[in-house]
């Protein structure tokens, strides 16, 4: 099936199942303990061996030695794996860095060798005998000290080019109000609570790994690629994933530590990665430096918008692409953007949630409230005074559904805006500083070709078979939802298997681009499948399908009697036309925040919440409302404490554990709300829906920090916020009043 114009009535327009707040179905499974993730497939590798990795201590240099003699010699030991004796291995293109390294270290924690033996004790110990010797190199691990040398990233990286529309310069310095400010991001890491996990199985030639990964068919193919074999040797299976957040897109050290001891040992072995090597081993979301230049006139129409940002990668890496909301958001006749690349030798930097748009919104909508501050306007009438209907960088390109203004309309009503004090300090509850903020949030509608295989058989089940993946996010419950609606059953009639890549190949999960696709996919397959059934029975296209029959005119027939004993089978795909080329799609949001700062200590504590989005057809709004205060609760850590800290002078990021990497916890979240216009927007998929998973994210840091300003008066542009930043600003006067 091709989505190639606009979609029209469809079965999904029915609403029985999909649009429904319904519960996961996979809920049960994970709340037992009794959902079998990557690191316990007991049941498929029993009497697996296990697997310890030994990580690089040193940042950049080169391996002179390495003596395993007395590892070898430990109780229970079966193999040890360098690059020595690893055979040749290739570099996926997906990877930046090799997952082994040898005889170049390219980053601290570089894995240099596997320890396998009987019990994880047992390896562990033994690994604490490898005795490596390096030759140190000088590296570079400061973005600040490392800007100076940055470059226009090569396309190949797939950086955003440099836009320029208009005049920037003139209409900048032309400008009645200005406003020129330089923001900073820290490194952030994903921190999912299931680690990085495989376990390998060699059978001859043939190769399985039960692993924790997003992109299923991603991971067949780099693990070819790097292991030099057949793709078609390659099977991956990931039913369950314990998060990802963007950290698990790409093969990772684990599983190819794994199936390069299972071929060590003889058997199954099993890795994983304890949280140090999370951290400093594994990709994270970079570092950025973000210059944003406004101008406006005095009336508050933005005549000039700038917006430059440096980050730093690996050699051969990528940037940062903070850049590119800016482009899109607001309007402005004349703007530009630019993107500059370090070369860092830290661990790999990729996608997390929300990539570009995360780091970018942190700046830029904080940049607007000091712009609407200058003005003496306020910044809700200041946004929506610069909304645009269209792409601002090619105005005859409308946007698909825009709704920025109902967002934030909305959100000031049901938050209690008008209750906000515009004079930041001045608002008081006994000795808490409190404040209001706002931020706009946007973020692209990537869509991608997901296939899908359905099955219905002789008891009338739907069996739905495609190896998308569920990293949390409910992928299982829509998707049964869609097969449900467009077959006309009770969930009740539907299995739903995924994860494993003899099933046909799917979006996956990442980019906001998975359950839109992977429904759509699905979707296909069971109109397909649809199809064969109208055409078995000799029925006529006014084919209804509905509590488990298939009815035209007077004649009715069950599926299950339809199906027989041998079943039918139907198996399809979703691909996009060029619609994204005629509409810019995106997703659109608003985010208010109230806060409390204590005027002595510094202290801020998040009062409430709200997130008012625009994503098109809900598909269920419990799961979608889950994942949106999920991304609120990650705004809220990186706005106020998360940030990877970096030892400048040895190359490796120093709190690389969850005592030490501060995250959210439930005593940090007060009362989230989440208001979801009822919408459809038939140019983005047959589903008329969009994604949700990380808009959530996008613009809640600002918001924040527009809140602490509103509070204290203190502006911080250094994220995060803590309270040293704001201690020397507070007000002398702290009794109650």
Known sequence: MKHDKPATTNPIDQLKVVGKATERIDGKLKTTGTAPYAYERHDAAPNAAYGVMVGASIAKGKISSIDAIAAKASPGVIAIVTALDAGPLGLAKRNTAKLLAGPDVQHYHQAVALVVAETFEQATAAAQLVRVQYLKALGSFDLAAAKATAIKPPPSNGAAPDTAVGNFAAAFAGAAVKLDATYTTPDHAHAMMEPHATIASWSGEKLTVWTSNQMVDWAVTDLAETLKIPKANVRVVSPYIGGGFGGKLFLRADALLAALGARAAGRAVKVTLPRPLMFNNTVHRPATIQRIRLGASRSGVISAIGHESWSGDLKGGGSDASVSQTRLLYSGAHRMTATRLAVLDLTESNAMRAPGEATGLMALEIAIDELAEKLKMDPIELRVRND???????????????????CLRTGAEQFGWSKRNAQPGSTRDGRWLVGMGVAAAIRGNPVMKSAARVRLDKAGVITVETDMTDIGTGSYTIIAQTAAETMGVSLDNVVVKLGDSTFPVSSGSGGQWGGNSSTSGVYAACMKLREAIVQKLGFGADAVFANGEVQSGTKRTSLASVAGDSGMVAEDFIEFGDLDKTYEQSTFGAHFVEVGVDAATGEIRVRRMLAVCSCGRILNPKTARSQVIGGMTMGVGAALMEEMVVDTRRGFFVNHDLAGYEVPVHADIPHQDVIFLQQTDPVSSPMKAKGVGELGICGVAAAVANAVYNATGVRVRDYPITLDKLLSGLPDNISAE
């Open 388 to 406: 645009t209907q269209v792409d601002p960088e090619k105005p005859s390109r409308p946007f698909s559904q825009r709704s920025l203004i109902e």
